[in-house]
T-cell receptor, first 114, second 113 residues
Framework: ETGVTQTPRHLVMGMTNKKSLKCEQH?????MYWYKQSAKKPLELMFV???????ENNSVPSRFSPECPNSSHLFLHLHTLQPEDSALYLC?????????????FGDGTRLSIL | AQSVTQPDIHITVSEGASLELRCNYS??????LFWYVQSPGQGLQLLLK??????LVQGIKGFEAEFKRSQSSFNLRKPSVHWSDAAEYFC???????????FGAGTRLAVHP
């Protein structure tokens, strides 16, 4: 299996639920990213991890909690979400040891908050 | 501030017609430049990238892009559009040595038969 895989593809949850999004990459990359894509808004970078260390948190609310146990796996733990958190959540990875390398994206998790 | 601008939110072309999607960047130095495509319900797929050298770069699916330093532009082109090209297209840029990718707002392409 190659590329960036995200699970689940679709998730419906209530505002009081706790769930997790999973991302896995089989490209040998060292950097991983979470993005939020809402309708009619630009892609928003949420978190960046480089060699398992978080290097960027783009003022994301604490109800989103990332976890990166190793360079191949990235999680986004969700709790007490709001309706405005409904969006497509995209994971990406890149080989950041070399300058200018592109990011490779998964197909995303479509999240709906009831 | 660093930014990427895609002036056209929606573009409609007829199948077989040529296509040009515009992208302008604002950076202190020439960034690395990328074009991605997103089909409905899917993630972003890399079409092509510009690092340095030849200013005309070839990508997948018959797309090409031309880097023009004087205009701070990196426009995407295709000589003959196919119905399957209907999607959203994103231009993106980043500076070397720093991994933050900045995206434009995207251009949604519709293709008429």
């Amino acid at each position: 299996e190659t590329g960036v895989t995200q699970t689940p593809r679709h998730l419906v949850m209530g505002m009081t639920n706790k769930k997790s999004l999973k991302c896995e990459q089989h490209l040998g990359h060292n950097a991983m990213y979470w993005y939020k894509q809402s309708a009619k808004k630009p892609l928003e970078l949420m978190f960046v991890y480089n060699f398992k260390e978080q290097t960027e948190n783009n003022s994301v609310p604490s109800r989103f909690s990332p976890e990166c146990p190793n360079s191949s796996h990235l999680f986004l733990h969700l709790h007490t979400l709001q309706p405005e958190d409904s969006a497509l959540y995209l994971c990406a990875s890149s080989l950041d040891r070399e300058k200018g390398q592109p990011q490779h994206f998964g197909d995303g998790t479509r999240l709906s908050i009831l | 501030a660093q930014s990427v601008t895609q002036p056209d939110i929606h573009i409609t072309v007829s199948e077989g017609a040529s296509l040009e999607l515009r992208c302008n960047y604002s950076y202190g130095a020439t960034p690395y430049l990328f074009w991605y495509v997103q089909s409905p319900g899917q993630g972003l797929q890399l079409l092509l990238k510009y690092f340095s050298g030849d200013t005309l770069v070839q990508g997948i699916k018959g797309f090409e892009a031309e880097f023009k330093r004087s205009q701070s532009s990196f426009n995407l082109r295709k000589p003959s559009v196919h119905w399957s090209d209907a999607a959203e297209y994103f231009c993106a840029a980043k500076l070397g040595g720093y991994n933050k990718l900045i995206f434009g707002a995207g251009t949604r392409l519709a293709v008429h038969p």
